[in-house]
């Protein structure tokens, strides 16, 4: 099995988690043993974030999508992001707030989960009033965490050990924008994310009927 950053080896991923008895937990329990905490910080794109949690369902995986209120990407209050929120939850996933220090807008679109985006150590792993912040305890333990951020592992892609079931419990962050288009480095996978986009926002154009003869 090789670890690209593709959807095939998601699938993978989350066929090797089932394999080693790991159950899919959200965050509103503190960590068991054979829980896995599968959390995505939506940064950049909703089409993205769709299609992982399409393939998750599809897997039998319930998994926790975060969400920008602050995006300069996308916006959940669009007629798109609404919608994106009522299928990500139609599929069984729960949806948190990816936040922008020091803003915390979490209303009822959202379940009480917040994790910053680029935070700064200083308050990345502070509690948050009336919510989880994963990155904080007792969901957050450093050997217990892997990141797939700007399309590194930072301690190795995880399957091997799910598949063996060698982690008592593990939280594991994933872009969807990282799995979804194709590239072998971050920039590569950005490039093919905007080409991407392109048939979709001349669309988005025509709807706004704005003439594009
Ligand atoms: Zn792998
Ligand atoms: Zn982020």
Avoid: K
């Avoid at 669009?78 to 922008?100: P, T, Y």
């Avoid at 200083?122 to 009033?129: F, L």
């Avoid at 990141?147 to 995880?158: E, F, I």
């Avoid at 399957?159 to 194709?182: D, K, M, N, T």
């Amino acid at each position: 099995m090789a670890c690209s950053f593709t959807l095939d080896h998601y699938r993978e991923i989350l066929r090797a988690a089932q394999a080693g008895g790991y159950r899919f937990a959200p965050f509103d329990a503190p960590p068991a043993p054979g829980d896995l905490f599968l959390r995505h910080d939506v940064d950049l794109s909703l089409e993205a974030a769709l299609e992982m949690a399409e393939l998750e369902a599809e897997e039998g995986a319930a998994t926790t999508y975060l969400l920008m209120t602050r995006s300069v990407f996308y916006n959940p209050a669009s007629r798109e992001g609404e919608a994106a929120i009522a299928r990500l939850r139609s599929l069984g996933h729960r949806v948190g707030l990816h936040a922008v220090h020091p803003h915390v807008d979490l209303d009822d679109r959202f379940d009480p989960v917040v994790a910053w985006h680029n935070p700064e150590p200083e308050y990345m792993t502070a509690p948050i009033d009336g919510a989880v912040n994963p990155m904080a305890a007792p969901y957050f333990d450093p050997v217990a965490y892997r990141s797939d951020s700007n399309h590194r592992w930072r301690s190795g892609c995880p399957h091997e050990e799910l598949r063996a079931g060698a982690f008592p419990w593990l939280q594991v962050l994933v872009h969807p924008e990282i799995w979804v288009y194709a590239g072998s480095t971050m920039g590569e996978t950005m490039e093919a994310m905007l080409d991407a986009q392109q048939a979709h926002r001349l669309a988005l154009l025509a709807e706004d009927r704005i003439d594009m003869s």
